[in-house]
């Protein structure tokens, strides 16, 4: 069974920092893309960052561009993403999503929340 | 760059047919791939490629292409199915993966 479980979301300070991390079983973690989608509260969903199966790639949505950086340990199954300069609008549920074969994203986790307040 | 248009609101009676269409230029290139998200849950992938269902997911729901319009078509809906529906697809330009707006569905 895929499972993926979130964690490292606070109520964080605005230019504040955050490291988020998500931890993968069930499947083969280093063949797979993987990716961070957030929604915000009773909003949608907005895709955040996707990072390749080796690390060598990673793609970032043009409103976190600069300030969030995804990475991945394959040793240790885990998507981590490293938010700095946190703004009151990344106040949002952050999902970690593995990507499909055909560019779909067919799992995802429960979420943490980072809130963004001063 | 690019977006992905959803309807509105739809609502539709217990057992009947409903389709959710989701719009953008960049579904002329690539398939869509459809989520259903029930209020205080993870998104669940429903629809893939050109019609692929995950297991586990009922054969009620279906996906089609024209052009540049995506659907998502729900054969006699149940109450299980109230939720809100995603779209998402890959982009040439700009980000490499758009979401549409989303769709709530409610089942009278």
């Known amino acids: 069974e895929v499972q993926l479980v979130e964690s490292g979301g606070v109520v964080v300070q605005p230019e504040g920092s955050l490291r988020l991390s998500c931890v993968a079983s069930?499947?083969?973690?280093?063949?797979?893309?993987m990716h961070w989608v957030r929604q915000a509260p009773g909003k949608g969903l907005q895709w955040v960052s996707l990072i390749s199966w080796d690390g060598g790639s990673t793609y970032y949505a043009d409103s976190v561009k600069g300030r969030f950086t995804i990475s991945r340990d394959n040793s240790k199954k885990s998507l981590f993403l490293q938010m700095n300069s946190l703004r009151t609008e990344d106040t949002a549920l952050y999902y970690c999503?593995?990507?499909?074969?055909?560019?779909?994203?067919?799992?995802w986790g429960q979420g943490t929340l980072v809130t963004v307040s001063s | 760059s690019s977006e992905l248009t959803q309807d509105p609101p739809v609502s539709v009676a217990l057992g009947q047919t409903v389709r959710i269409t989701c719009q953008g230029d960049?579904?002329?290139?690539?398939?869509a791939s459809w989520y259903q998200q029930r209020p205080g849950q993870a998104p669940v992938l429903v629809i893939s490629g050109k019609n692929n269902r995950p297991s586990g997911i009922p054969d009620r729901f279906s996906g089609s292409s024209s052009g540049d319009t995506a659907s998502l078509t729900i054969t006699g809906a149940q109450a299980e199915d109230e939720a809100d529906y995603y779209c998402n697809s890959r982009d040439s330009s700009g980000n490499p993966v758009l979401f549409g707006g989303g769709t709530k569905l409610t089942v009278l």
């Open positions: 069930g499947f083969t973690f280093d063949k797979y893309i």
């Open positions: 960049n579904l002329r290139r690539f398939y």
């Open positions: 999503a593995k990507g499909g074969m055909d560019g779909s994203f067919d799992y």
